[in-house]
């Protein structure tokens, strides 16, 4: 069945779950054609993540070890998500799919970096002193640390990432708890408030997309300096750099629309 045929099942929409499928999807269809710049941001850096996962599984089983390949195409697989949620208007889910994707490549760097903690973090100890001290190492700030002795710039960039993503909603604050509320009058004007889980083309909806669009160029970052050997191929470094230059402009075009800043 080609895209012309395709129709909706019966009873699609109906249910509340469905409904809001059906929304969703809309949306998505109105940022393909209204914010076509958006949308072609989020597709390149797509293909790109795609050739990464290409390489991944190409090399996976000569890998003396799997688990920096597998984390790359986990981070890939977490970047589509929040990039359809992104163009659905569900902004506030982003944060935490976002949050996984710097922390997927991350870690994907950090087992690359280290064939010994690949080994450790495969092996997760039962004694309770061991396991502290593997609890200690395996986390973001610990990998973070590490990240700063290789590129300091990056690992400064990682860390606000992961703040942005924490703050906007990856982890229950309080800068993120009315973000899907909507203050209205009715038709009296009286104050009230909705619940809005799919946001319009506002400046939420831009600081969303600028997050996960982000996420997905630090990710290939990550994979340009934990495999340097593909970079004649793939140049996923140059692409990078290009996907933040592309980001800018959307930035600068978007926030002279809207009248507000965005850093």
Same mark, same amino acid.
């Given at each position: 069945?080609?895209?012309?045929?395709?129709?909706?099942?019966?009873?699609?929409?109906?249910?509340?779950?469905?409904?809001? +499928?059906?929304?969703?999807?809309?949306?998505?269809?109105?940022?393909?054609?209204?914010?076509?710049?958006?949308?072609?941001?989020?597709?390149?850096?797509?293909?790109?993540?795609?050739?990464?996962?290409?390489?991944?599984?190409?090399?996976?089983?000569?890998?003396?070890?799997?688990?920096?390949?597998?984390?790359?195409?986990?981070?890939?697989?977490?970047?589509?998500?929040?990039?359809?949620?992104?163009?659905?208007?569900?902004?506030?889910?982003?944060?935490?799919?976002?949050?996984?994707?710097?922390?997927?490549?991350?870690?994907?760097?950090?087992?690359?970096?280290?064939?010994?903690?690949?080994?450790?973090?495969? /092996?997760?100890?039962? /004694?309770?002193?061991?396991?502290?001290?593997?609890?200690?190492?395996?986390?973001?700030?610990?990998?973070?640390?590490?990240?700063?002795?290789?590129?300091?710039?990056?690992?400064?960039?990682?860390?606000?990432?992961?703040?942005?993503?924490?703050? +906007?909603?990856?982890?229950?604050?309080?800068?993120?708890?009315?973000?899907?509320?909507?203050?209205?009058?009715?038709?009296?004007?009286?104050?009230?408030?909705?619940?809005? *889980?799919?946001?319009?083309?506002?400046?939420?909806?831009?600081?969303?997309?600028? *997050?996960?669009?982000?996420?997905?160029?630090?990710?290939?970052?990550?994979?340009?300096?934990?495999?340097?050997?593909?970079?004649?191929?793939?140049?996923?470094?140059?692409?990078?750099?290009?996907?933040?230059?592309?980001?800018?402009?959307?930035?600068?075009?978007?926030?002279?629309?809207?009248?507000?800043?965005?850093?």
């Amino acid at each position: 069945m080609n895209e012309g045929q395709l129709k909706h099942p019966l009873g699609w929409g109906d249910d509340a779950l469905s409904h809001f +499928f059906k929304a969703s999807t809309q949306n998505e269809f109105a940022t393909f054609v209204h914010t076509p710049g958006w949308h072609k941001a989020f597709s390149a850096i797509a293909e790109d993540l795609a050739s990464c996962t290409q390489y991944a599984i190409n090399s996976l089983l000569s890998a003396k070890d799997p688990a920096a390949r597998s984390l790359f195409m986990v981070a890939h697989n977490q970047y589509l998500a929040a990039a359809r949620l992104a163009s659905s208007g569900q902004c506030l889910t982003v944060y935490p799919l976002g949050r996984a994707v710097v922390e997927s490549a991350l870690y994907g760097w950090y087992l690359s970096a280290d064939e010994t903690a690949a080994a450790r973090w495969h /092996d997760k100890p039962t /004694d309770k002193k061991r396991r502290s001290d593997w609890g200690r190492e395996f986390t973001f700030s610990f990998l973070a640390t590490k990240l700063e002795l290789a590129n300091a710039d990056r690992a400064k960039w990682a860390r606000w990432l992961h703040q942005t993503a924490i703050d +906007f909603g990856a982890h229950p604050n309080k800068e993120a708890l009315y973000a899907n509320m909507d203050h209205v009058r009715d038709p009296e004007g009286k104050s009230m408030l909705q619940v809005k *889980f799919l946001q319009s083309w506002n400046q939420a909806a831009l600081l969303a997309n600028k *997050f996960v669009i982000e996420t997905g160029i630090f990710a290939l970052g990550q994979f340009a300096l934990s495999f340097p050997e593909t970079e004649p191929a793939l140049k996923i470094s140059g692409a990078a750099a290009k996907h933040a230059m592309t980001l800018h402009a959307l930035i600068q075009k978007a926030s002279s629309i809207m009248g507000k800043r965005v850093d």
